[in-house]
DNA sequence: TTTATGTACTTTGCGATACAAGGTAATAAT
DNA sequence: ATTATTACCTTGTATCGCAAAGTACATAAA
């Protein structure tokens, strides 16, 4: 223990909490693979690792919200491209509330 | 399996990333107890129960983030006050800096 | 006095999940 | 053949929120 400093991990904590919302949010937008999409997570500062990403996407297929498809890729091997369902996009518009519930109420608890 | 409902799965991980900052945020308007932080947090719709936050409050303790003292109830048993320490405020100013940070790498995620 | 009620703190067991680390496999370049 | 690059997957570990149950104190009711 306290091998991490805590306001890392309350980072880690903090980013936690909103990834499945910003892969559905990049899907919705086109389909992509995981390694891209972890590519445009680091762009955007939100870190995650391989191990991470990989179960998380397998979950949201398994839970509905994304189908797969495998594409060759100009070079290298074949990509597994993710794409947003009906249901997935449901999921995300009750996040975008969550979160912005959430927003609300962190604003009123600092504030005052 | 496949219990909760994803939804509200991810809204108990967007909670779980700030519960320490909103704890902190409390402590750092004045001293309270588990039970009295307990209600206002559930008054601010940031749902959680006993069995989260007391070994909380004792990790934050545990980091110097926290300090405590016994003080009498005026009914019922003795109450454990928690006071934020200066490593505790600089903690927080830290997590207000990350939590910005995050809800602006989300905006740019949604909105483009 | 015994019992019930309300308040407050604590602990245990479980499930979920992020991460580190390592592994597999396909293609292209040397 | 070997190396580098890209891409996907899995295992082990640690953390942590939650449900549930337990302990303890004070006061009110039976």
Same mark, same amino acid.
């Given at each position: 223990?306290?091998?991490? @400093? @805590?306001?890392? @991990?309350?980072?880690?904590?903090? $980013? $936690?909490?909103?990834?499945?919302?910003?892969?559905?949010?990049?899907? #919705?937008?086109?389909? #992509?693979?995981?390694? #891209?999409?972890?590519?445009? !997570?680091?762009? +955007?500062?939100?870190?995650?690792?391989?191990?991470?990403?990989?179960? %998380?996407?397998? &979950?949201?297929? @398994?839970?509905? %919200? !994304?189908?797969? $498809?495998?594409?060759?890729?100009?070079?290298?091997?074949?990509?597994?491209?993710?794409?947003?369902?009906?249901?997935? $996009?449901?999921?995300?518009?009750?996040?975008? #509330? +969550?979160?912005?519930? %959430?927003?609300?109420?962190? &604003?009123?608890?600092?504030?005052?």
């Amino acid at each position: 223990m306290e091998v991490m @400093n @805590n306001v890392e @991990n309350v980072k880690t904590q903090m $980013r $936690r909490g909103v990834l499945e919302y910003c892969i559905l949010s990049i899907l #919705s937008k086109k389909d #992509s693979y995981a390694s #891209s999409i972890l590519s445009e !997570l680091k762009d +955007a500062r939100m870190i995650v690792v391989e191990g991470t990403i990989y179960p %998380l996407l397998i &979950r949201q297929k @398994n839970q509905g %919200l !994304l189908t797969y $498809r495998w594409e060759e890729s100009p070079q290298g091997p074949p990509r597994k491209y993710y794409q947003i369902t009906d249901k997935g $996009r449901q999921a995300l518009a009750e996040m975008d #509330s +969550a979160w912005q519930e %959430l927003v609300e109420t962190i &604003r009123l608890l600092r504030e005052k």
